[in-house]
């Protein structure tokens, strides 16, 4: 059986005001990057404000597996805040909209430049309601440049900014990551930048624009291999599991027909490594005596390890690997994660509970905080759902909210 964390149990004995308590978040963003990284601005304590139009966001239909339009994808990547689904396109939700950035510190918006005047939500326009407004634009490629207007999405990011031309077999196909990795680069960014220009409002009293976009993400991923390149001006090419530039650095495979990795960092490991399969040999062969030899003689070493290693089953070399200090682990699958003891250990996976559809686990908060704890506050919220309380804490009379209502400029749910 698998045991989570759970929101109540993560937070019980702790009173202590979470690190971002206070600040108020205005989300218009849609589908991955925004979404995860405003979530993670909850976790810390944000009263994060999902604005979304009164049929949803297109995400929340991407899947049924919640019911329609409560989609599994959406819940994994919008928790910790609440829903207020707002029609901006009549005149008086876009009123709406400026009534709550007056008592915004911070805005993020993700469409494409021309969706953003159009709507009529640019920083000019929102600074000028709130002068200390940290405005938090997301886009695919830039906000200006060749492909500034076109639609871009996560794959995409990949594509361009090289991750997929560095992933997959040699001479295979290119492979993206398994996961929307450009997205969420970006939503780790944002938390980031976002904490940073709160800090500096603190200095200087007042906001600014922040803009991030999936492909300078990626490119802030090739740290390692870009001035590798301009020295060399080798292509680097695809390795599979491996890495173009240490060796041995990869899975292999044991007689049980099961991959694990093996992970030599330096010569120390390489030597440790040589010990444990009884091939100190290997060490002194001058093809694989430093990191540069094993690169250069990548292929005769892999194909010497991989007979060594098809000996034994894999759990047998991991025990061996372990005991000499070699760096090495098993492969987990999906399923896998869940159960592994560090991950158990770690609390890295939450359960939030949600009052319709019962418990589902997300990734719990990566940052540890061990003053003031954070983590996950609350599911996903139904579209709508927090409507009247969101307008009636911004202000808005009780009776101004059952106008907006009744106009349909917004909507209360829950909604499905």
């Given at each position: 059986?698998?045991?989570?964390?759970?929101?109540?149990?993560?937070?019980?004995?702790?009173?202590?005001?979470?690190?971002?308590?206070?600040?108020?978040?205005i989300d218009?963003?849609?589908?991955?990057?925004g979404?995860y990284?405003?979530?993670?601005l909850?976790?810390?304590?944000?009263?994060?404000?999902?604005?979304?139009p009164?049929?949803?966001?297109?995400?929340?239909?991407?899947?049924?597996?919640f019911?329609?339009?409560?989609?599994?994808?959406?819940?994994?990547?919008?928790r910790?805040k609440?829903?207020?689904?707002?029609?901006?396109q009549?005149?008086?939700?876009?009123?709406?909209?400026?009534?709550?950035?007056?008592?915004?510190?911070?805005?993020?918006?993700?469409?494409?430049p021309d969706?953003?005047d159009k709507?009529?939500i640019?920083?000019?326009?929102?600074?000028q309601l709130?002068?200390?407004l940290?405005?938090?634009?997301i886009?695919?490629?830039?906000?200006?440049?060749?492909?500034?207007?076109?639609?871009?999405?996560?794959?995409?990011?990949?594509?361009?900014?090289?991750?997929m031309?560095?992933?997959?077999?040699p001479?295979g196909?290119?492979v993206?990551?398994?996961?929307?990795?450009?997205d969420f680069?970006?939503s780790?960014?944002?938390?980031?930048?976002?904490?940073?220009?709160?800090?500096?409002?603190?200095q200087?009293?007042?906001?600014?624009?922040?803009?991030f976009?999936?492909?300078?993400?990626?490119?802030?991923t090739l740290?390692?291999?870009?001035?590798?390149?301009?020295?060399?001006?080798?292509?680097?090419?695809p390795?599979?599991?491996?890495?173009p530039?240490?060796?041995?650095?990869?899975?292999?495979l044991?007689?049980?027909?099961?991959?694990?990795?093996?992970?030599?960092?330096?010569?120390?490991?390489?030597?440790?490594?040589?010990?444990?399969?009884?091939?100190p040999?290997?060490a002194?062969?001058?093809?694989?005596?430093s990191?540069?030899?094993?690169?250069?003689h990548?292929?005769?070493l892999?194909?010497l390890?991989?007979?060594?290693?098809?000996?034994?089953?894999?759990?047998?070399?991991?025990?061996?690997?372990?005991?000499?200090?070699?760096?090495?682990?098993p492969?987990?699958?999906?399923?896998?994660?869940f159960?592994d003891?560090?991950?158990?250990h770690?609390?890295?996976?939450?359960?939030?509970?949600?009052?319709v559809?019962?418990?589902?686990?997300?990734?719990?908060?990566?940052?540890?905080?061990?003053?003031?704890?954070?983590?996950?506050?609350?599911?996903?919220?139904?579209?709508?759902?927090?409507?009247?309380?969101v307008?009636?804490?911004?202000?808005?009379?009780?009776e101004?909210v059952?106008?907006?209502?009744?106009q349909?400029?917004?909507?209360?749910?829950?909604?499905?």
């Amino acid at each position: 059986m698998t045991h989570f964390l759970t929101a109540d149990a993560a937070t019980s004995g702790s009173q202590a005001v979470l690190p971002l308590a206070g600040v108020r978040v205005i989300d218009l963003s849609q589908i991955g990057a925004g979404p995860y990284g405003a979530s993670m601005l909850g976790d810390l304590g944000a009263d994060v404000v999902k604005v979304e139009p009164p049929g949803g966001e297109s995400f929340r239909y991407v899947d049924n597996l919640f019911g329609p339009g409560d989609s599994a994808y959406f819940y994994g990547v919008n928790r910790s805040k609440r829903s207020l689904a707002l029609d901006l396109q009549t005149p008086e939700g876009h009123a709406v909209l400026e009534r709550l950035v007056t008592t915004a510190d911070v805005l993020i918006v993700g469409f494409r430049p021309d969706a953003v005047d159009k709507l009529g939500i640019g920083y000019e326009a929102l600074a000028q309601l709130n002068e200390q407004l940290i405005y938090c634009s997301i886009t695919a490629f830039g906000e200006d440049g060749p492909r500034a207007h076109q639609p871009g999405m996560d794959i995409l990011g990949q594509a361009l900014g090289g991750l997929m031309g560095l992933t997959g077999e040699p001479e295979g196909s290119p492979v993206k990551a398994g996961v929307p990795i450009a997205d969420f680069v970006v939503s780790f960014l944002l938390g980031f930048g976002v904490c940073a220009a709160l800090r500096g409002r603190e200095q200087n009293g007042r906001g600014q624009k922040l803009s991030f976009n999936l492909l300078d993400g990626q490119i802030a991923t090739l740290a390692n291999f870009l001035t590798h390149y301009e020295r060399t001006r080798t292509p680097i090419r695809p390795q599979g599991g491996g890495h173009p530039q240490l060796a041995p650095y990869q899975p292999f495979l044991g007689s049980d027909e099961t991959f694990f990795i093996v992970a030599c960092l330096n010569d120390r490991f390489w030597r440790r490594l040589t010990e444990a399969i009884n091939r100190p040999d290997l060490a002194a062969d001058p093809r694989f005596e430093s990191n540069p030899d094993r690169v250069a003689h990548r292929e005769q070493l892999t194909d010497l390890l991989s007979e060594v290693f098809a000996e034994a089953p894999s759990g047998h070399w991991l025990a061996r690997l372990e005991e000499s200090g070699v760096p090495c682990s098993p492969i987990n699958r999906l399923e896998d994660v869940f159960k592994d003891p560090q991950v158990t250990h770690n609390g890295s996976i939450i359960q939030l509970r949600h009052p319709v559809h019962g418990g589902y686990p997300v990734p719990n908060l990566p940052i540890r905080f061990h003053g003031t704890p954070a983590q996950p506050r609350g599911y996903a919220p139904r579209l709508g759902e927090h409507s009247r309380e969101v307008l009636e804490s911004s202000g808005f009379s009780p009776e101004e909210v059952d106008r907006l209502l009744a106009q349909g400029v917004v909507l209360e749910g829950p909604v499905s």
